[in-house]
């Protein structure tokens, strides 16, 4: 009957027919993880210093995001700022993005790296990135510093 979807059609989609039109694994397509990273601007800032280098030490992200914040170049972040900063990704972002397997965080050294669920999360901010939230993603990856002089 016109209208009305073949129902031999389905049958036909056999995507595993052609490399080309193989879907992604199931896991890239979890999206969860991607809401709960980027939902806060912290996070946000966090997984764009992640595109620029896998390896960070959480001092140098607590001054980074301070200076964003507060609109400062790194060298002029007080200790208060930068503590403020600290104590927020110690306690509650980096444990967030760890539980959602977007870091891995070693406590001896208080180095952040990629985990498991990081290439989904960087895919989505450099797809969106261009155009919602171009000021952080260009301060995030790279040094206020520069930028000024």
């Known amino acids: 009957m016109a209208g009305e979807p073949d129902p031999d059609e389905?049958?036909?989609?056999?995507?595993?027919?052609?490399?080309e039109k193989q879907l992604p694994?199931?896991?890239?397509?979890?999206?969860?993880?991607?809401?709960?990273?980027l939902g806060h601007?912290?996070?946000?800032?966090?997984?764009y210093t992640l595109l620029e280098d896998t390896e960070w030490s959480l001092s140098d992200l607590?001054?980074?995001?301070?200076?964003?914040?507060?609109?400062?170049p790194e060298h002029a972040v007080t200790e208060d700022?930068?503590?403020?900063v600290y104590v927020s990704l110690y306690h509650a972002h980096v444990p967030k993005l760890i539980d959602e397997d977007v870091?891995?965080?070693?406590?001896?050294?208080?180095?952040?790296t990629t985990a498991e669920h990081a290439e989904q999360v960087l895919a989505a901010l450099e797809g969106m990135g261009a155009s919602l939230d171009t000021n952080q993603e260009t301060h995030a990856r790279s040094d206020m510093d520069e930028q000024e002089e």
């Open 10 to 19: 389905e049958a036909s989609f056999d995507v595993s027919a052609s490399p």
């Open 25 to 37: 694994p199931p896991s890239i397509l979890e999206i969860e993880p991607v809401y709960e990273a």
């Open 41 to 47: 601007p912290r996070r946000r800032y966090l997984c």
């Open 62 to 72: 607590a001054t980074k995001i301070a200076a964003w914040e507060n609109e400062v």
């Open 81 to 84: 700022q930068r503590e403020e």
């Open 103 to 112: 870091v891995a965080f070693d406590e001896a050294t208080e180095t952040i």
